[in-house]
């Protein structure tokens, strides 16, 4: 059995194979290629936690694993990530264990690929700023991947700490020298000229005011993923022109920033356009009109763990990257 740390993932993949790689997946998720049983929950109330026990199976690539992923909101306070998770990677011919691949890191590099996907797909294609919500590892994935795929001039980056916002700059200047990174004194100062926004916060509220969006603006929210939890307002999905989702049902199951809307009377169901596999496959068109508003809301889903790991698992055994274990001596 491999074993594969965060080093070891970073330099067996990039960005850009990522988004590819996750495209094929949602295609593979929304024509029915993939094998993907609901998530199992587990909340633990009494640590501000919860663990998510995620399978999947491609059979497409021959690609079996499952994902276990704690969330801890008071991981910060410790010194310790909010996200920790492993990936173990399966052998679906035998049931033997391939790898162990840590999983924050992961969880992070594929949610930031379904935003590059979805970036490639909604966004304008002269796309020049973005806007970042969130200063976290998986808002420097998302920046990464927007920047991927379109041609970043520019990209504000706002955080209620605004020294937060300056660290992530720092460290990401170095990583996109073509893009001037600003830190945002305010919510709208992020979101008035931006072509793409990400969302990736444990915001239990808006971060943003969907008036400030301007017309042909793409946003992706990634930060909330349970019912009560809403990051993005009802006037954002109002204005869209497309709210796409990565699976129908798992986002009608968790995505507050939805249910919370319709709940209320403000969205229904048909205003729901389709999967971002849908459009990958094309199955629907993607962005049709410069002015449109479009939207896309990620819960995360294992077919893009599942790919992703099996992609960094074949580069290390070509590339002899990570610790090889006998479990059963």
């Known amino acids: 059995m491999r074993f594969l740390n965060r080093t070891t993932i970073e330099r067996a993949i990039t960005m850009r194979e990522a988004v590819e790689i996750v495209r094929s997946a949602f295609q593979a998720l929304s024509t029915g290629e993939a094998?993907?049983?609901?998530?199992?929950?587990?909340?633990?109330?009494?640590?501000?936690?919860?663990?998510?026990?995620?399978?999947?199976?491609?059979?497409?690539?021959?690609?079996?694993?499952?994902?276990?992923?704690?969330?801890?909101?008071r991981n910060p306070a410790r010194q310790l990530p909010r996200i920790n998770a492993l990936v173990i990677l399966i052998d679906p011919a035998t049931g033997v264990p391939l790898a162990a691949l840590e999983g924050g890191f992961l969880t992070a590099l594929r949610t930031g690929a379904g935003s590059g996907v979805a970036t490639d797909l909604l966004a304008n294609p002269h796309a020049e700023t973005a806007a970042i919500f969130g200063a976290g590892t998986q808002a420097r994935t998302q920046l990464l991947a927007v920047a991927a795929v379109r041609q970043l001039k520019r990209c504000w980056i706002y955080a209620p700490r605004s020294e937060r916002a300056e660290q992530m700059i720092a460290e990401m200047q170095p990583h996109l020298p073509a893009v001037e990174l600003l830190a945002a004194a305010s919510p709208a100062l992020a979101v008035r000229d931006a072509d793409v926004i990400c969302a990736a916060t444990n915001s239990h509220t808006p971060v943003f005011d969907g008036r400030d969006l301007k017309p042909g603006a793409h946003v992706n929210a990634v930060g909330s993923y349970q019912p009560h939890v809403q990051?993005?307002?009802?006037?954002?999905?109002?204005?869209?022109?497309?709210?796409?989702?990565?699976?129908?049902?798992?986002?009608?199951?968790?995505?507050?920033?939805?249910?919370?809307?319709?709940?209320?009377?403000?969205?229904?169901?048909?205003?729901?356009?389709?999967?971002?596999?849908?459009?990958?496959?094309?199955?629907?068109?993607?962005?049709?009109?410069?002015?449109?508003?479009?939207?896309?809301?990620?819960?995360?889903?294992?077919?893009?763990?599942?790919a992703v790991a099996h992609a960094i698992y074949r580069k290390a055994l070509q590339e002899n990257l990570g610790v090889e274990f006998d479990l059963l001596a």
Do not use: C, W
């Open 35 to 73: 094998n993907v049983p609901v998530r199992l929950s587990v909340a633990e109330p009494q640590h501000d936690g919860v663990t998510l026990f995620m399978p999947g199976y491609l059979p497409g690539s021959d690609a079996l694993a499952i994902k276990i992923v704690s969330v801890h909101g």
């Open 231 to 306: 990051e993005i307002d009802a006037v954002t999905l109002q204005r869209a022109s497309k709210i796409v989702v990565d699976q129908r049902a798992a986002a009608l199951d968790e995505a507050g920033d939805l249910l919370i809307p319709l709940s209320q009377g403000v969205i229904t169901l048909a205003d729901i356009y389709g999967e971002i596999g849908e459009i990958a496959a094309g199955l629907k068109p993607g962005r049709e009109r410069t002015e449109d508003i479009t939207y896309f809301k990620s819960v995360g889903n294992a077919v893009q763990d599942v």
